[in-house]
């Protein structure tokens, strides 16, 4: 099975991506971790996807779509493959329909008022990747899953969350309606605690 998970920053996409993932034994690409991998590495690609990441804007079409396509290439995604935070624009997508097929586009929907909280207050494990809010962490900087230290991400400020979710509005939401017309789009309650929005997306996939 080939699916987008669609969605705004901090609406929990790469949460339930890692549990999907799990569950249909099928690879978790994201886009975003590929970028900071890059970044960490200090790749050409790296150094380029940088300076938009910082200022909150989008990594440059040609150069996201040319990474997926290579990484959708490898033998991994032979049985399917998991998109997190690609397609994020209409021209994204059409590229994609280009070299792939897709079965379903999971949209978890989370109202945008809640966004800003969520990703200020998200804390990301260095050694396990899981995500965390601050409200449960109990002032402990340790991830419960794995032990490793939390991190924010650079990204993760008041100033570049308010330009990614002008940004996502802007350019990602429109996607909703460009999957609704391919009839593959399932729109998700996301706003709830992480089991119950995974056993509705499960749900809705398991049809
Ligand atoms: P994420 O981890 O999905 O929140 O992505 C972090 C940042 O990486 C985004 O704010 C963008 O700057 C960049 N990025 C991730 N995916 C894409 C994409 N599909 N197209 C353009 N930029 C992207």
Do not use: W
Not at 1 to 20: C, E, F, S, Y
Not at 32 to 51: C, E, H, W
Not at 70 to 87: A, Q, V
Not at 115 to 131: A, D, N, P, Q
């Amino acid at each position: 099975m080939n699916i987008i998970l669609l969605g705004a920053p901090g609406a929990g996409k790469g949460t339930q991506a890692v549990r999907l993932a799990a569950r249909y034994k099928i690879p978790h690409i994201s886009t975003g971790d590929i970028f900071r991998y890059n970044i960490k590495n200090q790749t050409p690609v790296g150094m380029l996807a940088k300076s938009y990441i910082d200022k909150g804007q989008l990594v440059p079409d040609e150069v996201t779509v040319r990474i997926v396509r290579e990484r959708l290439e490898m033998d991994d995604c032979k049985n399917g493959y998991l998109l997190d935070g690609f397609p994020r624009t209409v021209e994204q997508a059409k590229a994609l329909d280009g070299f792939s097929a897709i079965d379903a586009v999971v949209n978890v929907d989370v109202p945008l008022g809640k966004l800003m909280k969520r990703i200020t207050g998200r804390r990301v494990c260095g050694k396990c990747g899981e995500s965390h809010h601050v409200d449960y962490l109990g002032g402990k900087n340790v991830c419960a899953k794995c032990g490793g230290e939390l991190i924010q991400r650079a990204d993760d400020n008041e100033e570049t969350v308010g330009k990614r979710l002008d940004v996502y509005v802007s350019q990602t939401a429109p996607l909703a309606a460009y999957y609704e017309k391919k009839g593959v789009l399932l729109t998700v309650d996301g706003d709830g605690e992480i089991e119950e929005v995974f056993e509705r997306i499960t749900e809705r996939l398991d049809k």
